[in-house]
C-alpha cells in the first residue's frame, strides 16, 4: 500500500510538491515537501492518516536520479523514467555504529536491522607498494580474507558487501531471492543465504563453476543452476529473469538494487573514515560498474555530511582488454554504448580475457545514474589493462603487500600504476585503491572450502522452467 494517499503508485514527485506549495495548497500545518535535488536532501511529506508509518520515521526514502520522484518503498525503478533509484537517507551524518563489520556503517545502509558479521572492508595506509609508485597517501581498501589486517570477507570479494544488506532484506518474507553470476557475486549470495536461511536461486555460466565453493558445508537454501557451455554471464541474466518473474521470487535486481550499490558503497566510506576525509581519487576494476556508481554515491553523501570535504573523489574505473565496451564508448565520447563497434563478437573476446569476471554485456552505463554520469561527474577516467599488465601488477602487489589478490584486482592496481606513469595523480594525493577481491590462499589455511553442485543444468536461457525450477 501507498503510503501517499491520493497516489496510487507511492510516488510524488518533487515538482509536483513544489507546484502544491507554490499554490499555497500545502502549508506549515499541512507538513510540506520542501525541496529534493538529484542528489540528497530531505523531504518532507504530507502527514497520512494514523496507523501508517510517518514518513518522518523512515530511514530512507527512493529518490529518481532521472526525475526526482520520490518513493517511500522499496521498488526497483521509476514509474517515469529508466534512471536508477537512490537512497535518501534521513540521518545526514554518518555515526559509526559500535560493531565489527560493515554493520559499522549501517545510518547509510538501507536495512532496519544492523548487519551482524566481521565481514566488511578494512583500509589500512600502504608502504611498500606506495614506496614503489611514489604515492606518500595510497590507501589499499582490501575486500577478502586477511585476518592478520582485519579482513574477514570469507568469500573472498567485495560482493559479500552486496549480498549482507540484499539478503537482510528478506528475511522473514517467503520470497527466494533470484540472481545470475559468474561467480564471486554468486558465492557471496549463497555463503550469505545458506547463514541467514533465506533461499537463492543462482544462474551461474559454467566458466563460473570453478569459483562456486563457500566456507561451510552447503545447505537446502541453495539452488544452483549451471547453464551450458556456449553461455556466458548475459545469457545467466536472461535466465535469471524468466525464473524470477514466478510467484514468491524476487529478482535480485542487480545495479537497481540499492542494497547492493549501497553495500559496495562502504568500501569508499571505509576509506573516507581512515582517512578522515574524501580521497581525490578512487581506482577500480569494472565489469558492471556498480561499485563505481556506489563509490560516487557514498561520495555525494559524505560531502552532505560536510566532515570530509567537498570535492568529490575522480573515479578511475578499469576494464581488461580486450573486452571493454564501457571504455570504448567513454574513449568515443558517447552515452550510450553500440555493441557492433564498443564489442564486436563478445563472446570471443571474453574468452580471451584475464579477469573474465569483468565481462559483462548490459553495464549500466547510460542509465540515468549510471557509469556515464558518474564518470562526468567526477572528471572520471577510464582505463583499457592489458593480461600482460594485469599479471604485472598481479605480481607487484602480491610481493610488496603480501596477500594474494584476484585477477579484477590485479587490473585496478594496473590502473594505479598507469595513472601514476601518465601524472594522473600527484604523489601528495589521497588515493584510495579498491582490491576488490583477495586472501583465498590466505583462507585455504584456516579453512575447509565445499564445492557446491548444481541442483539443475539449462542448456540455453529458453529452457522450460519446470525442468530445472
Ligand atoms: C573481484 C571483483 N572485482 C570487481 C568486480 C567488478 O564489479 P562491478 O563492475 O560490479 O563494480 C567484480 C564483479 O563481479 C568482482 O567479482
Ligand atoms: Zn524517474
Keep these: 500500500m501507498s503510503l501517499l494517499r491520493g497516489c496510487s503508485t507511492g510516488c510524488i514527485s518533487v515538482s509536483m510538491l513544489q507546484k502544491l506549495n507554490t499554490a499555497g495548497l500545502t502549508g506549515q500545518d499541512g507538513g510540506t515537501a520542501v ?26 526514502e527512493l529518490v529518481c536520479t532521472g526525475c526526482s520522484s520520490v518513493y517511500l518503498e522499496d521498488r526497483l525503478k521509476c514509474d517515469s523514467d529508466t534512471a536508477l533509484l537512490r537512497t535518501n537517507y534521513s540521518k545526514k551524518q554518518l555515526e559509526l555504529k559500535s560493531v565489527p563489520g560493515m554493520g559499522r556503517f549501517h545510518d547509510w545502509l538501507p536495512v532496519n536491522d544492523i548487519i551482524k558479521t566481521d565481514s566488511g572492508p578494512v583500509t589500512f595506509k600502504s608502504t611498500e607498494l606506495a614506496a614503489e609508485l611514489g604515492l606518500n597517501n595510497l590507501y589499499i581498501s582490501f575486500n577478502g580474507y586477511w585476518p592478520e589486517k582485519g579482513g574477514f570477507i570469507k568469500t573472498c570479494s567485495f560482493k559479500e558487501l552486496e549480498a549482507f ?3 537482510g532484506k528478506l528475511m522473514g518474507s517467503q520470497k527466494s531471492l533470484v540472481l545470475a553470476s559468474a561467480g564471486n557475486t554468486a558465492r557471496a549470495f549463497a555463503h550469505v543465504a545458506a547463514m541467514k536461511g533465506v533461499r537463492v536461486y543462482i544462474v551461474v555460466p559454467a566458466s563460473g563453476m ?3 565453493w563457500i566456507p561451510e558445508e552447503p545447505n537446502r537454501n541453495i539452488h544452483v543452476i549451471q547453464m551450458g557451455k556456449n553461455c556466458d554471464y548475459t545469457d545467466s541474466i536472461h ?3 524468466r525464473i524470477a518473474s514466478l510467484p514468491d521470487m524476487q529478482a535480485e535486481g542487480g545495479a537497481r538494487n540499492v542494497a547492493r550499490r549501497d553495500g559496495m558503497g562502504t568500501v569508499l566510506l571505509d576509506s573516507a573514515v581512515t582517512m578522515k576525509r574524501l580521497p581525490d581519487h578512487y581506482f577500480q576494476a569494472v565489469g558492471s560498474g556498480t561499485g563505481g556508481i556506489a563509490a560516487w554515491e557514498a561520495s555525494l553523501r559524505l560531502v552532505d555530511d560536510g566532515r570530509f570535504g567537498m570535492k568529490l573523489p575522480r573515479l578511475h574505473l578499469a576494464q581488461n582488454l580486450p573486452f571493454a565496451p564501457m571504455l ?4 568515443a565520447g558517447r ?7 564498443d564489442m564486436p563478437d563478445p ?11 569483468l565481462s559483462n554485456r548490459e553495464p549500466p552505463y547510460s542509465v540515468g545514474g549510471g557509469v556515464y554520469d558518474a564518470l562526468c561527474a567526477t572528471n572520471g577516467e577510464m582505463y583499457g589493462i592489458t593480461n600482460n599488465d594485469a599479471r604485472k601488477a598481479l605480481e607487484l602487489f602480491e610481493r610488496l603487500e603480501g596477500i594474494d589478490i584476484f585477477p579484477p584486482a590485479a587490473v585496478a592496481v594496473a590502473a594505479l600504476v598507469k595513472a601514476v606513469e601518465n601524472q594522473e595523480v600527484d604523489k601528495d594525493e589521497h588515493i ?11 583462507l585455504e589455511e584456516d579453512f575447509t572450502l565445499y564445492n557446491i553442485e548444481p541442483a539443475a543444468f539449462a542448456e540455453n536461457a529458453m529452457v522450460p522452467l519446470e525442468n530445472i525450477i
Design 328 to 331: 570504448n564508448a567513454w574513449e
Design 432 to 442: 584510495s585503491l579498491n582490491i576488490t577481491g583477495g586472501g583465498l590462499k590466505r
Design 239 to 241: 535466465l535469471a529473469d
Design 335 to 341: 552515452h550510450d554504448i553500440i555493441n557492433e563497434i
Design 165 to 167: 544488506p540484499t539478503i
Design 210 to 212: 570453478a569459483r562456486m
Design 347 to 357: 563472446k570471443k573476446l571474453i574468452h580471451e580475457m584475464y579477469a573474465d569476471i
Design 35 to 60: 525541496t529534493a535535488d538529484t542528489s540528497l536532501t530531505t523531504s518532507v511529506l504530507p502527514v497520512p492518516d494514523s496507523g501508517i508509518k510517518q514518513p518522518s520515521d523512515l530511514k530512507y
